[in-house]
């Protein structure tokens, strides 16, 4: 009987509103009971229908909205739920029952590291909510049992984030320039990538340009990270330019080990090809994982020509938010390193001359993304002290700032 009253109601509203085109004229709580009842007896085809003429005249009727995404989400529609729970909650953020409800859609979907981000969000403006509280921890445990006990979100987030979402390409631009207190002219940074994920591992044609010393150039590469098991996986990368500004040809090959208690260790090496001479750079790298905690150190250890060896190393370090393409981070390095800036002396390029200077680097960065998921923004600035190649001990200062944006589909 009361289906029955609900869908009468529904058809004498219509009635009244013959052709969509027509704005809403009804009341829109009578309207919202009605699709309500209908919702709640597997009629919830009709009961959209009825919720989007409301929101057509009442996009802010929080309860409708809700009530419309709770449908998508019951339907298996997860996508649909999340674009209309996201536009409550970017606005009521205290609103329990919509985080609750946004949650939920997300672990229905199997999108743990999403329900979790949600959850840790919601958590910020719904202090200590028990329920809350549960389906945080029922979407780590999630997360724990796809990667094995032991791991950290921030591992699952770091080591695979695109295994975890159903985007298996991505496209990113990166925009940057560096100012220099003496010497040098302004140097600009860009580079185009185009990431896909195959079973084999991701595949990774980039193509950068930079204009240096009132010089241009691009250089033309590929990365590849190849999937051996769960805990082996490897990194590939050639890359190859004609311009001065680039080594002519470059090489890496490195191994990376998943270890117990969320660490990794990683071994490789950097094969560079220079017009009148080459050089070889040996790396290794250490990482753990603590909550949403990164840290990382790695080390570049470079021959000299003089039988010396140049040691240098990078530490980072990041705290992933709600999801595995928003954080914030810092990198500090001391020593060469590699390909960060190319010199000249002279009036003549020197590629190779960065393996064996000193400098510092301090670096800040911040990546979020959007309220459209797909699209992430992202920005960096840095401090660097580097020794001027021509003049061994003394320094420049160079300050250094890009944004990048990535897009996935």
């Known amino acids: 009987v009361l289906q029955l009253h609900s869908a009468l109601l529904l058809f004498l509203m219509s009635l009244g509103m013959f052709a969509q085109e027509l704005a809403y004229s009804g009341n829109p ?33 929080a309860d409708v ?93 770091v080591k695979d984030p695109l295994e975890l979402t159903n985007s298996k390409n991505r496209v990113r631009i990166d925009n940057s320039f560096d100012i220099f207190d003496i010497i040098y002219e302004p140097a600009i940074y860009t580079s185009v990538e185009y990431r896909r994920e195959t079973k084999a591992g991701y595949i990774i044609p980039r193509l950068n340009y930079n204009n240096r010393f009132e010089t241009h150039g691009i250089q033309y590469g590929i ?93 980072k370090a990041r705290r992933y938010l709600k999801d595995a393409d928003t954080y914030v981070g810092i990198n500090i390095a001391m020593g060469y390193t590699p390909e960060l800036k190319q010199l000249s002396a002279n009036n003549i390029l020197l590629s190779e001359s960065l393996l064996f200077i000193e400098s510092q680097l301090l670096q800040f960065e911040y990546q979020f993304s959007g309220k459209n998921t797909n699209n992430i923004y992202g920005a960096t600035l840095g401090l660097t002290r580097q020794e001027l190649v021509f003049d061994p001990g003394r320094f420049f200062w160079a300050v250094s700032a890009g944004i990048n944006y990535q897009v996935k589909f």
Do not use: C
Request: charged fraction near 25%; hydrophobic fraction near 35%; glycine fraction near 6%.
């Open 29 to 61: 709580d009578i309207s919202f009971f009605a699709a309500r009842d209908l919702a709640f007896n597997d009629n919830r085809s009709m009961a959209r229908d009825t919720l989007k003429r409301i929101l057509t005249v009442y996009p802010d009727y």
């Open 65 to 157: 909205r809700e009530l419309l995404a709770k449908t998508y989400s019951w339907d298996g529609e997860h996508d649909k739920a999340r674009a209309e729970f996201n536009k409550i909650t970017s606005v009521e953020r205290e609103n329990k029952e919509v985080w609750v409800a946004a949650i939920k859609n997300e672990i229905y979907a199997e999108n743990y590291p999403t329900a979790l981000g949600l959850a840790n969000k919601a958590l910020l403006y719904v202090k200590k909510d028990e329920d809350i509280e549960f389906l945080r921890q029922r979407a780590l445990n999630a997360l724990q049992e796809k990667y094995g006990k032991g791991k950290d979100l921030s591992e699952a987030l």
């Open 223 to 315: 990365d590849f990270y190849p999937k051996f098991s769960k805990t082996f996986y490897g990194y590939l990368n050639y890359a190859y330019s004609d311009a001065p500004i680039f080594p002519d040809h470059r090489v890496r090959v490195e191994m990376y080990a998943n270890l117990p208690k969320a660490l990794e260790s990683s071994a490789g090496i950097i094969y560079l090809d220079f017009v009148d001479s080459s050089a070889e750079v040996y790396t290794g790298s250490f990482g753990m994982y603590r909550g949403n905690d990164y840290y990382s150190l790695r080390t570049y250890v470079a021959p000299q020509p003089n039988g010396n060896t140049g040691v240098s190393g990078l530490f």
